[in-house]
């Protein structure tokens, strides 16, 4: 029979309780998630700031729709861009302090484009080793070397950059790591690139809106190219790159995931450029952040370790993933939302629980996930 590998893949993932199912959520509204007809504190969610549903936000999605259109109807090369798109641009541009902006409709394209344009025959790409599956595959599937350095060993990318002192050196990583919540130095990322005249990229995914003075995330002066998504803290969905004016024209030449995609909905580019302009008066919510953040590690039992983190994002590592699937359903039963992150999402044995803290939960939320949490843990 053929395709014998779907159904041992199928098996073997259910023997390895790595089998993923897509659960329907009725409604998402403040911190809250509506499932089957019950309702759970959402701690599974990346809408850090709590501007998914904001009113403003909803009102310039329709004033989008309306004046430039919910379809693009094509792409940015041929008639798919328009005033919203290029408003967005200049938005984004400023408040990164970077020369020019390109849209893309989701990150993990962006994070592809990035990848593939610069991975030529005689490019080296080095990068975290926690980088996300996108940047990954778009680095493999490129014609570039690719190489990656120990989490967060800057020494260790150092050694591995001289060893290719002829070839065009791309250094990658993550602002804040997805599933660790840790953070990278960009300064180290870009002085590795720099002392060998090459590139640096840093992946702004969970840094954008919840780091920096105006939510322009983490990245310095220093990075070259920065990816960030529009579909966590900006709370509607698509992705940007920002760069210098030669960077940007090459993308805009040999990006094939710019070139070859539907540009994002004008409506969405209206609406992303509204949630901005919050992001950037409103710093309460990133402050909140901050505090219930520290709130919740004061009230969990010394005995539970969460990895080290300046972002929304804690993780418990539990290690197996049957442990950590019965843990988010003992979670569940009490009205917490926590979803259990398995492998290949992380390393074998270092299944987790990954609590985001938004600016939207309040205090009690933050206090009931900690006692449940010392429940099922301690
Ligand atoms: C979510 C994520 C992406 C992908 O962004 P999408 O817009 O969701 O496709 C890329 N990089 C990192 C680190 C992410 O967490």
Known sequence: MSFQFIRDDLSNQKALSRFRTVTTAASLTSG????????????????????????????????????????????????????????????????????????????????????????KKESVILMDKLSHAS??????????????????????????????????????????????????????????AKAHQGLSFLDEAHS??????????????????VMATLGKAIATSGAFVACNEELYQYFVNFARHYIYSTAMSPAVAWATKKSIEIIQQESWRRARIKSLSSMFRALLDDSVELLPTSSAIHAINVQQEDKALAISEQLKAKGIWL????????????????VTICANHNDNNIKYLAKCLNEVLV
């Open 32 to 119: 809250t998630i509506s499932i089957d007809g019950k309702e759970y504190i959402n701690f599974s969610s990346n809408d850090y700031l709590g501007l998914n549903n904001h009113p403003a936000i909803i009102k310039a999605l329709n004033e989008g729709a309306e004046k430039y259109g919910v379809s693009a109807s094509a792409s940015n090369l041929v008639t798919g861009n328009n005033y919203a798109h290029q408003a967005l641009e200049e938005t984004v541009a400023a408040w990164l302090n970077k020369q020019r902006v390109l849209l893309f409709t989701s990150g993990f394209a962006a994070n592809q484009a990035v990848m593939q344009s610069l991975g």
């Open 135 to 192: 940047m990954i595959d778009g680095a493999l599937a490129s014609e570039a070397t690719v190489k990656r350095f120990l989490h967060n060993d800057y020494q260790q990318a150092s050694v591995l950059a001289n060893k290719y002192t002829d070839k065009d050196l791309l250094v990658a990583s993550e602002a804040v790591f997805s599933m660790d919540g840790d953070t990278s130095d960009a300064r180290e990322i870009a002085s590795i």
């Open 339 to 354: 979803t259990a992150i398995r492998p290949p999402t992380v390393a074998k044995g270092t299944s987790r629980l990954r």
């Open 208 to 225: 954008i809106g919840v780091f920096g003075d105006e939510g322009q995330g983490s990245s310095n002066q220093d990075i070259d190219i």
